[in-house]
């Protein structure tokens, strides 16, 4: 069973920036292209950045220049850091294998003043 924890979402003002972490489990994580999604509150879940096996990386146009997705390999974990964050960042943001197709907690970035 695979299991992927997100950690580090907050409150923050607008601006400001967080790093979020998703911890993953099992040794298959450096095969596999990971992505960190996002849902809106009263909206469809999106997809905000993608990081190939390779350290290739891809955004949605609404976050480039601002969040940088990375990984970890030996550490099996995924990351972004977002930067000069806006109110409409405001979600719950999970980290999947890409293309998977279950969910799990997320954590939720709300920017408000």
């Known amino acids: 069973q695979v299991q992927l924890v997100e950690s580090g979402g907050g409150l923050v003002q607008p601006g400001g920036s967080l790093r979020l972490s998703c911890a993953a489990s099992g040794s298959i994580f450096s095969a596999y292209m990971m992505g960190w999604y996002r849902q809106p509150p009263g909206k469809q879940r999106e997809l905000v950045a993608t990081?190939?096996?390779?350290?290739?990386?891809n955004y949605a146009d609404s976050v480039k220049g601002r969040f940088t997705i990375s990984r970890d390999n030996a550490k099996n974990t995924l990351y972004l850091q977002m930067n000069s964050l806006k109110p409409e960042d405001t979600a719950v943001y999970y980290c999947?294998?890409?293309?998977?197709?279950?969910w799990g907690q997320g954590t939720q970035v709300t920017v408000s003043s």
């Open positions: 999947n294998f890409y293309g998977a197709s279950g």
């Open positions: 990081i190939t096996t390779g350290g290739n990386t």
